[in-house]
């Protein structure tokens, strides 16, 4: 990766139904990025996927105040995983950083990941959380879907469902994602060491959601997440018998810089 004094960066997260959360969200990101003297040009992409409640309504009034704000949506709800794929393809700048935009992971997070950014130390960097604010169930599942995820790839890693992840944007933009609802943060892990990338993990903090809840259901997610868990398993095996060809990722992409624009699909 190439080394650089300052760094471009491209926030990319998903929103449903978080009228409670996304003003505070989008507000907090556009502080950070514009006071932090190792951060050069910077954008902020917001999916909202087909949200019924205002979430729409609030990021339309948060683009008058913020240019580097780029709002993109759903007419219907498509899941988090879709949400999640067009906010990263909505994407042009160097780097992207995923996030929530439920208030869980806090942007200053971000300060422990720029000196390796750019020092130019990889290619792919994720948040692993130290002490996660989840329910106890939901701490049970991440960590025991993370520790089957692990086995199926023989890797180590310390937080494999980790939303928060910060990717050179050409390798994030070129990623085949098919998840469509809670699992794609799982998904991209397996994707980033299908094409022979190592993640480096950087602890992170995790705190309550700001407000609202979540949109999926604990049983129902679980379920999902041990059928998604296996299907990727058995997709790392195909590639290792060469039935399946790893996609191949472009080198460099065009970076371009945007003022904000409310597009739909």
């Not at 300052?6 to 969200?25: C, D, G, K, L, M």
């Not at 609802?181 to 060491?193: D, F, H």
């Not at 060809?245 to 945007?258: C, G, K, T």
Request: with cysteine; net charge neutral; glycine share 10%.
């Amino acid at each position: 990766m190439p080394v650089s004094r300052t760094v471009a960066i491209s926030i990319a997260a998903p929103a449903f139904n978080e009228a409670a959360n996304i003003a505070a969200a989008v507000t907090e990101w556009r502080e950070y990025l514009e006071a932090h003297p190792a951060i050069g040009a910077w954008e902020i992409v917001v999916c909202d996927d087909g949200s019924t409640d205002a979430t729409r309504a609030i990021l339309e009034d948060l683009l008058e105040g913020c240019p580097g704000l780029v709002v993109v949506g759903f007419h219907r709800n498509r899941g988090a995983g879709a949400a999640i794929a067009a906010a990263i393809a909505a994407t042009r700048l160097d780097w992207v950083v995923l996030l929530d935009s439920d208030g869980q992971f806090p942007i200053a997070n971000l300060d422990s990941f720029l000196g390796p950014l750019r020092d130019g130390a990889g290619s792919a960097f994720s948040g692993a959380r130290i002490r996660k604010a989840d329910g106890l169930a939901y701490r049970w599942g991440s960590a025991a879907s993370g520790a089957v995820s692990n086995v199926l790839h023989g890797t180590r890693y310390r937080d494999f469902n980790s939303i928060f992840k910060v990717v050179y944007g050409p390798l994030f933009r070129a990623l085949p994602l098919e998840s469509g609802g809670m699992n794609c943060s799982t998904e991209i892990t397996a994707r980033v060491a299908e094409l022979g990338h190592t993640w480096v993990e950087i602890p992170i903090e995790h705190r309550e959601r700001g407000g609202g809840r979540r949109g999926w259901r604990f049983w129902r997610g679980a379920c999902d997440r041990a059928l998604f868990v296996g299907y990727l398993g058995y997709r790392r095996w195909l590639l290792r018998r060469r039935v399946l060809r790893a996609p191949a990722v472009p080198e460099e992409l065009a970076v371009i810089v945007r003022p904000g624009a409310l597009e739909e699909t």
